[in-house]
């Protein structure tokens, strides 16, 4: 009889690698913001699945009830982010939505079908942060050595935020890193070198972390790291923390002072020579960390062994929580920690605005919160004018052009829960508060086993995750956000069955052929929408560049290929009616863009294009830029073209204006 290959004993070590491979790839691809990455992504993950289903001994033997939970919440999430699309009357808006939340859903559920167990979950981690190191230590580089690595010109050189193009993004990546390193450097389980290259690893992380000055990520480093320590307890904690502390802070230090680094401009001369002392900094501490924990190594198995006497251990605990508490309580009075909190506070509210100013270092002490009140209010005012379903997945851009105080531009609610509130409802938050308190809640009660110090870590990470995400857009960027829905498909889904070995493959006659198929299929139909959104979105790429160029064949050409993949985008009928205009085809542009309106009626960026298709026309261009500037109204192109178009009275002057116009896309 031909035995089916077993996903278990040939192709598992690069399957628990695929985390961290999709790590550097999204990192490279703009963190997954644009559709093409987590599109592809997703159609990978599908047929790593499918090829699980179909080979595997026993594809669903990760299946627990938690992980069923989350599946269950994150599923349903899709189905409703689906169905928005309905009522917010544009389709395209909520697939490329689901376009992502598909990726997310797909990494759950492989790599919790997989019945790790703790060896395979600590090797998803180690290379996890292996990726994260090759991005951070590249993304370190293009900082203190731009003569090296130099970045493209399109990326800020300000804050770091090469190459995942966000510094915020870049920031929460080297916060979970160092929390996953401390780990690996502290947790007893672990291999000798592989505590050693983890100590080895943080100040790396930390310098990069310094440069992206991303208040939010260094505060969510602190955070991951005390939940971690508090609830995982590892037991060479002490060991790894001598190893790493002192060498990250001289690191960190060094790389505070050097004044050019820390401007607006880190590519002048004076620069890359700040950038080469550092560099000999940073490296001089790799390897300070490596070798004060490889000779602190001597001292883990005593400290793992230590116990306290049983008589002892209440009594030393309640004076150490009598410590604490004294100790809180002494720090408080001293400092006036309560009006100073107050102050601080009362600078966020309306502090709206943090000053960038040549000295980037002097945001790392402006509490401002940079517009985000203005941000979350405007979510929370769409999630009180239809709190049951919202705006439909994927609108808060719309929302946030026609209702925003401020002429600052946003494309996200800077706030996964508030974000979902606006535009997907109570129920939208409801399933996406379910699928994280499932992932959660699994790992509360696997970290109660042996291997506590690895779930605990995942937790901690994860709830540090789920504390920015509440100020900040992750949720949009696969990179900082996949991981979560690997690693804890993984670490909640059912462990390794130990009497598998024991009964023999020959015993082992997994799920019915009949069930595979349907589940095979099943995941392949997932697939569809995500492999037709990439392939709409490079070919919608390719027609932009293209018109870029000037070259209006190539970009039709590649605007039509957009459409036969998903005809539901605007964005393809809004290139074909530029195209027309300039050869002429008047009538034809107009038609076009009226497409384009019809598949996004509240996207400002359209009516405009109507109006200035209908100007080149020698028509009567305002009624659309009425609508347009409504649906925009403190976007400076908007009142200008507006102005213009006010100012013109006949059909010579509309054609004239119309084509003199700026295009949302080129400025």
Same mark, same amino acid.
């Given at each position: 009889?031909?035995?089916?290959?077993?996903?278990?004993?040939?192709? *598992?070590?690069?399957?628990?690698?695929?985390?961290?491979?999709?790590?550097?790839?999204?990192?490279?691809?703009?963190?997954?913001?644009?559709? *093409?990455?987590?599109?592809?992504?997703?159609?990978?993950?599908? %047929?790593?699945?499918?090829?699980?289903?179909?080979?595997?001994?026993?594809?669903?033997?990760?299946?627990? @009830?938690?992980?069923?939970?989350?599946?269950?919440?994150?599923?349903?999430?899709?189905?409703?982010?689906?169905?928005?699309?309905?009522?917010?009357?544009?389709?395209?808006?909520?697939?490329?939505?689901?376009?992502?939340?598909?990726?997310?859903?797909?990494? /759950?559920?492989?790599?919790?079908?997989?019945?790790?167990?703790?060896?395979?979950?600590?090797?998803?981690?180690?290379?996890?942060?292996?990726?994260?190191?090759?991005?951070?230590?590249?993304? /370190?580089?293009?900082?203190?050595?731009?003569?090296?690595?130099?970045?493209?010109?399109?990326?800020?050189?300000?804050?770091?935020?090469?190459?995942?193009?966000?510094?915020?993004?870049?920031?929460?990546?080297?916060?979970?890193?160092?929390?996953?390193?401390?780990?690996?450097?502290?947790?007893?389980?672990?291999?000798?070198?592989?505590?050693?290259?983890?100590?080895?690893?943080?100040?790396?992380?930390?310098?990069?972390?310094?440069?992206?000055?991303?208040?939010?990520?260094?505060?969510?480093?602190?955070?991951?790291?005390?939940?971690?320590?508090?609830?995982?307890?590892?037991?060479?904690?002490?060991?790894?923390?001598?190893?790493?502390?002192?060498?990250?802070?001289?690191?960190? $230090?060094?790389?505070?002072?050097?004044?050019?680094?820390?401007?607006?401009?880190?590519?002048?001369?004076?620069?890359?020579?700040?950038?080469?002392?550092? #560099?000999?900094?940073?490296?001089?501490?790799?390897?300070?960390?490596?070798?004060?924990?490889?000779?602190?190594?001597?001292?883990?198995?005593?400290?793992?062994?230590?116990?306290?006497?049983?008589?002892?251990?209440?009594?030393?605990?309640?004076?150490?929580?009598?410590?604490? %508490?004294?100790? #809180? $309580?002494?720090?408080?009075?001293?400092?006036?920690?309560?009006?100073?909190?107050?102050?601080?506070?009362?600078?966020?509210?309306?502090?709206?605005?943090?000053?960038?100013?040549?000295?980037?270092?002097?945001?790392?002490?402006?509490?401002?919160?940079?517009?985000?009140?203005?941000?979350?209010?405007?979510?929370?005012?769409?999630?009180?004018?239809?709190?049951?379903?919202?705006?439909?997945?994927?609108?808060?851009?719309?929302?946030?052009?026609?209702?925003?105080?401020?002429?600052?531009?946003?494309?996200?609610?800077?706030?996964?829960?508030?974000?979902?509130?606006?535009?997907?409802?109570?129920?939208?938050?409801?399933?996406?508060?379910?699928?994280?308190?499932?992932?959660?809640?699994?790992?509360?009660?696997?970290?109660?086993?042996?291997?506590?110090?690895?779930?605990?870590?995942?937790?901690?990470?994860?709830?540090?995750?789920?504390?920015?995400?509440?100020?900040?857009?992750?949720?949009?960027? @696969?990179?900082?956000?996949?991981?979560?829905?690997?690693?804890?498909?993984?670490?909640?889904?059912?462990?390794?069955?130990?009497?598998?070995?024991?009964?023999?493959?020959?015993?082992?006659?997994?799920?019915?052929?009949?069930?595979?198929?349907?589940?095979?299929?099943?995941?392949?139909?997932?697939?569809?929408?995500?492999?037709?959104?990439?392939?709409?979105?490079?070919?919608?790429?390719?027609?932009?560049?293209?018109?870029?160029?000037?070259?209006?064949?190539?970009?039709?050409?590649?605007?039509?290929?957009?459409?036969?993949?998903?005809?539901?985008?605007?964005?393809?009928?809004?290139?074909? *009616?530029?195209?027309?205009?300039?050869?002429?085809?008047?009538?034809?542009?107009?038609?076009?863009?009226?497409?384009?309106?019809?598949?996004?009626?509240?996207?400002?960026?359209?009516?405009?294009?109507?109006?200035?298709?209908?100007?080149?026309?020698?028509?009567?261009?305002?009624?659309?830029?009425?609508?347009?500037?409504?649906?925009?109204?403190?976007?400076?192109?908007?009142?200008?073209?507006?102005?213009?178009?006010?100012?013109?009275?006949?059909?010579?002057?509309?054609?004239?204006?119309?084509?003199?116009?700026?295009?949302?896309?080129?400025?």
């Amino acid at each position: 009889m031909i035995r089916r290959m077993s996903i278990a004993r040939l192709p *598992a070590a690069p399957l628990l690698l695929v985390p961290g491979a999709l790590t550097v790839y999204l990192a490279f691809n703009a963190g997954g913001f644009f559709p *093409a990455a987590p599109g592809w992504v997703a159609v990978g993950l599908a %047929v790593l699945l499918v090829l699980r289903i179909t080979l595997a001994e026993e594809p669903f033997a990760g299946v627990s @009830p938690w992980l069923v939970a989350a599946l269950g919440f994150l599923g349903a999430y899709c189905v409703w982010v689906l169905l928005s699309g309905s009522w917010s009357d544009s389709p395209a808006r909520a697939l490329l939505e689901f376009n992502r939340d598909m990726a997310y859903l797909l990494a /759950l559920a492989l790599f919790g079908s997989l019945a790790a167990g703790s060896r395979g979950v600590a090797w998803m981690l180690r290379g996890l942060v292996l990726g994260a190191f090759v991005v951070c230590a590249i993304s /370190l580089i293009a900082r203190i050595a731009p003569d090296v690595w130099p970045i493209t010109a399109n990326i800020s050189s300000q804050r770091l935020s090469y190459p995942i193009t966000y510094w915020n993004a870049l920031g929460i990546l080297c916060a979970l890193s160092i929390v996953f390193c401390v780990h690996l450097t502290s947790s007893e389980r672990e291999p000798p070198i592989v505590r050693v290259l983890g100590a080895a690893a943080v100040p790396v992380f930390a310098t990069t972390l310094y440069f992206t000055f991303s208040r939010g990520s260094i505060v969510t480093t602190a955070i991951g790291l005390v939940l971690y320590l508090l609830i995982g307890r590892p037991r060479a904690m002490l060991t790894g923390l001598l190893a790493v502390a002192p060498v990250t802070a001289v690191a960190v $230090v060094t790389a505070y002072g050097k004044d050019a680094l820390s401007s607006i401009d880190p590519t002048t001369a004076q620069a890359v020579s700040e950038g080469r002392d550092l #560099a000999l900094v940073v490296a001089l501490c790799v390897v300070g960390a490596a070798a004060l924990r490889a000779l602190l190594l001597f001292a883990d198995r005593p400290l793992a062994e230590f116990r306290l006497p049983s008589g002892t251990r209440r009594p030393l605990g309640i004076a150490l929580a009598v410590g604490v %508490v004294a100790l #809180a $309580v002494g720090v408080t009075a001293g400092f006036n920690l309560p009006h100073r909190v107050s102050h601080q506070y009362d600078r966020f509210v309306h502090g709206n605005v943090v000053r960038d100013n040549a000295d980037l270092r002097r945001r790392l002490s402006d509490p401002g919160n940079n517009g985000r009140i203005d941000v979350w209010r405007v979510a929370r005012d769409e999630f009180d004018r239809s709190s049951f379903h919202g705006s439909g997945a994927g609108t808060y851009e719309t929302l946030w052009n026609r209702y925003r105080p401020v002429p600052q531009a946003a494309k996200d609610g800077h706030s996964l829960y508030l974000e979902t509130m606006g535009e997907l409802g109570i129920v939208g938050l409801i399933l996406i508060v379910g699928v994280l308190a499932s992932i959660f809640g699994g790992l509360i009660v696997r970290r109660r086993g042996p291997d506590r110090a690895l779930y605990s870590v995942i937790l901690a990470a994860g709830l540090a995750w789920a504390i920015h995400a509440g100020v900040d857009w992750d949720w949009e960027m @696969p990179v900082i956000t996949l991981w979560l829905f690997a690693l804890g498909g993984a670490a909640i889904g059912a462990l390794p069955d130990p009497r598998a070995a024991e009964r023999g493959r020959s015993e082992t006659l997994g799920p019915p052929r009949l069930l595979r198929v349907v589940a095979g299929v099943l995941v392949l139909v997932l697939a569809i929408t995500p492999a037709l959104v990439a392939s709409s979105q490079a070919s919608l790429d390719a027609s932009v560049r293209a018109f870029k160029r000037g070259d209006c064949h190539k970009a039709a050409d590649e605007a039509l290929s957009s459409i036969s993949a998903i005809s539901a985008r605007p964005q393809p009928f809004e290139i074909l *009616a530029y195209c027309d205009v300039r050869v002429g085809l008047d009538r034809l542009a107009i038609t076009q863009m009226k497409k384009a309106v019809k598949r996004d009626p509240d996207n400002w960026e359209f009516q405009y294009g109507l109006a200035l298709v209908t100007g080149a026309a020698g028509r009567d261009p305002r009624p659309p830029m009425r609508t347009s500037l409504a649906l925009n109204p403190r976007d400076s192109l908007n009142q200008e073209t507006a102005r213009a178009f006010r100012k013109a009275r006949t059909p010579r002057q509309w054609k004239r204006r119309a084509l003199n116009a700026r295009l949302p896309f080129q400025r």
